[in-house]
T-cell receptor, first 111, second 115 residues
Framework: TQLLEQSPQFLSIQEGENLTVYCNSSSVFSSLQWYRQEPGEGPVLLVTVVTGGEVKKLKRLTFQFGDARKDSSLHITAAQPGDTGLYLCAGNTDSNYQLIWGAGTKLIIKP | EPEVTQTPSHQVTQMGQEVILRCVPISNHLYFYWYRQILGQKVEFLVSFYNNEISEKSEIFDDQFSVERPDGSNFTLKIRSTKLEDSAMYFC?????????????FGPGTRLTVT
């Protein structure tokens, strides 16, 4: 069974702090995507990583794909209240098109 | 910026009734998907569709479910006889066939409530 485990499940921090969210698996993924989801809305794609060791930056967000393509992390620098939301990782393997989803990290940034 | 649209945003139906959820994928995308998310739970894959046929489906996608691309723009999910446990957010997504990473873009969802 291919699982993506996200940690922590819940994180509440003060504005201005840094944080890292993790997405881990025992399976190898051909690509891994990070989404952000607001309550009652669809997931919004933030970034896709495809190469082992790849690092992508999106303003204050830094995404990394593990060398073995089994894990990924999302680091937010100087978090702001607007970063509040549910962050989901999802990936697909070489053998199927369906996305396998993590359970998400609920992030709250307090002003 | 092109986006996936879904209608209706909220559907309330009685148990045993048929529902059709509609999606308009991004126009140059060729792969289409349906996912569902029961309140407070993970997003779950239902089915993928390419070239007018199902590419993959999950165990959830049983004989009560069907998908169709009735014309060049719409992609529908039909639930033949709804059950209480079908209550969930249903998301449509689409992706370009030639995208290495099969990036999927999601619609805003349809909230299905079965009473």
């Amino acid at each position: 069974t291919q699982l993506l485990e996200q940690s922590p499940q819940f994180l509440s921090i003060q504005e201005g702090e840094n944080l890292t969210v993790y997405c881990n698996s025992s399976s190898v993924f051909s690509s891994l995507q990070w989404y952000r989801q607001e309550p009652g809305e669809g997931p919004v794609l933030l970034v896709t990583v495809v190469t082992g060791g790849e690092v992508k930056k999106l303003k204050r967000l830094t995404f990394q794909f593990g060398d073995a393509r089994k894990d990924s992390s999302l680091h937010i620098t100087a978090a702001q209240p607007g970063d509040t939301g549910l962050y989901l990782c999802a990936g697909n393997t070489d053998s199927n098109y369906q996305l396998i989803w993590g359970a998400g990290t609920k992030l709250i940034i307090k002003p | 910026e092109p986006e996936v649209t879904q209608t209706p945003s909220h559907q309330v139906t009685q148990m045993g009734q048929e529902v059709i959820l509609r999606c308009v994928p991004i126009s140059n995308h060729l792969y289409f998907y349906w996912y569902r998310q029961i309140l407070g739970q993970k997003v779950e894959f239902l089915v993928s569709f390419y070239n007018n046929e199902i590419s993959e489906k999950s165990e959830i996608f049983d004989d009560q479910f069907s998908v169709e691309r009735p014309d060049g723009s719409n992609f529908t999910l039909k639930i033949r006889s709804t059950k209480l446990e079908d209550s969930a957010m249903y998301f449509c997504a689409s992706s370009e066939i030639w995208a290495v990473s099969y990036e999927q873009y999601f619609g805003p969802g349809t909230r299905l409530t079965v009473t």
